[in-house]
T-cell receptor, first 114, second 110 residues
Framework: GAGVSQSPSNKVTEKGKDVELRCDPI?????LYWYRQRLGQGLEFLIY????????KSGLPSDRFSAERTGESVSTLTIQRTQQEDSAVYLC????????????FGPGTRLTVL | RKEVEQDPGPFNVPEGATVAFNCTYS??????FFWYRQDCRKEPKLLMS???SGNEDGRFTAQLNRASQYISLLIRDSKLSDSATYLC???????????FGGGTRLMVKP
């Protein structure tokens, strides 16, 4: 079946512009997660959705970052006034509800801020 | 101190070798443990969960030592296709957030 999809796969933007990244989770997965991976580093947790609500936003690095999810499906991560340090791969994952359910990752969006 | 620490490597080993990776975690509230594999420029994929009693999946053996807050992964009879970055991952009881280590890079040479 279809896995997690993300778009765009690559995004190059100029410093100060806003960007919107999209994630389509696996159908039926109620939990959705956003992570960031800088070059050569591990993944940093950004935000977690259970259904359409976000019980854990603790990883969002600043108020320039926001995310929403609608219809217990698609999620968008928005970065306003992008900075060069925002350059990274943004990974989305989804899972069934439940403590031990595997998170399946999408291919990521590679964001480059010039 | 990072919550999950790993030796970044790289570990360069010949085909057929046995290689072991270690990982330490700092949060004693961590409840679930995993090894993920990440190929270059690809997304992470679950390799195996780590259970308290230790578990094996083919050539891969994972062990957990809660007292020392230490997790290990052993790969026997390394294949060229095992070349990747191995990510140690923990999940706390509260919430579903995964915390990733920085990864250990393995390169298996012919």
């Amino acid at each position: 079946g279809a896995g997690v999809s993300q778009s765009p796969s690559n995004k190059v933007t100029e410093k100060g512009k806003d960007v919107e990244l999209r994630c389509d989770p696996i159908s039926g997965h109620t939990a959705l997660y956003w992570y960031r991976q800088r070059l050569g580093q591990g993944l940093e947790f950004l935000i977690y959705f259970q259904g359409n609500s976000a019980p854990d936003k603790s990883g969002l690095p600043s108020d320039r970052f926001s995310a929403e999810r609608t219809g217990e499906s698609v999620s968008t991560l928005t970065i306003q006034r992008t900075q060069q340090e925002d350059s990274a791969v943004y990974l989305c994952a989804s899972s069934l509800t439940g403590h031990y359910n595997e998170q399946f990752f999408g291919p990521g969006t590679r964001l480059t801020v010039l | 101190r990072k919550e999950v620490e790993q030796d970044p490597g790289p570990f360069n080993v010949p085909e057929g070798a046995t290689v072991a990776f270690n990982c330490t975690y700092s949060n004693s509230a961590s409840q679930s443990f995993f090894w993920y594999r990440q190929d270059c420029r690809k997304e992470p994929k679950l390799l195996m969960s780590v259970y308290s009693s230790g578990n094996e999946d083919g050539r891969f053996t994972a062990q957990l030592n809660r007292a020392s807050q230490y997790i290990s992964l052993l790969i026997r009879d390394s294949k060229l296709s095992d070349s990747a970055t191995y990510l140690c991952v923990v999940r706390r009881n509260a919430g579903n957030m995964l915390t990733f280590g920085g990864g250990t890079r393995l390169m298996v040479k012919p």
